[in-house]
């Protein structure tokens, strides 16, 4: 069986058309690419993309804000308290407010024998004791209504505290506040 070469290459062509329709007819194109309908389509499903995730990125930002507000107000508070109930217990006498039924807001205790007193200035509440003067709220908060009351004299010298811890970040006018008020005598 001989094929002649002339049949084979005729054969191989016919083949190569029927694969490629239009072969022969196809041109270059020459406007290839993006319409301007397709780009400006793009441009705005990427610019409402970007303004909603911007939203979701500002309104994450804002919760977190608000979280660490909150968790201000809650640990400065429970400091503050739980720091005149340890300090009024370990007392040996209570200097301000001196007499009975008297409200202040400065807190002077004896302890050992040293002199410890709780002042409030610009919602700063500090205390001045031996070793020197401190803050006891954090940056995040600040105390406000601060009073001391004696209620007890003597031996069984009691005292009522009441304060409002606000956190600093306000949001949409409103702020974060606890109030406390505890009673601690001497022991």
């Keep these: 069986m001989k094929i002649s070469f002339k049949y084979l290459a005729l ?3 016919s083949l190569c058309i029927c694969f490629r329709p239009n072969a022969r007819h196809h041109k270059p194109n020459s ?3 993006f319409t301007l ?3 400006l389509i793009y441009m705005g499903l990427l ?4 303004v909603i995730f911007t939203e979701i990125f500002a309104s994450i930002t804002d919760l977190q804000l608000s979280s660490k507000n909150t968790s201000n107000v809650a640990d400065d508070g429970r400091y503050i308290y739980s720091r005149f ?3 009024v217990n370990r007392a040996e006498s209570i200097s301000t407010p001196i007499n009975e039924g008297e409200t202040t807001n400065t807190l002077s205790l004896i302890i050992n024998g040293d002199s410890y007193n709780y002042t409030l200035a610009n919602g700063v509440l500090s205390i001045t ?3 020197g003067s401190y803050a006891l709220n954090g940056y995040g908060s600040q105390v406000v209504g601060l009073s ?3 209620i007890g004299t003597g031996a069984n010298s009691t005292v009522r505290i009441n304060f409002t811890v ?3 970040v306000t949001k949409q006018g409103l702020s974060d506040q606890q109030s406390f008020q505890t009673t601690a005598g001497l022991r």
């Design 166 to 168: 606000n956190g600093i």
């Design 31 to 33: 406007s290839s690419g």
């Design 47 to 50: 610019i409402t993309l970007i």
């Design 85 to 87: 109930i340890y300090d």
């Design 37 to 39: 309908v397709e780009v």
């Design 129 to 131: 004791d031996p070793t």
């Design 11 to 13: 054969s191989i062509k």
């Design 148 to 150: 001391f009351t004696k």
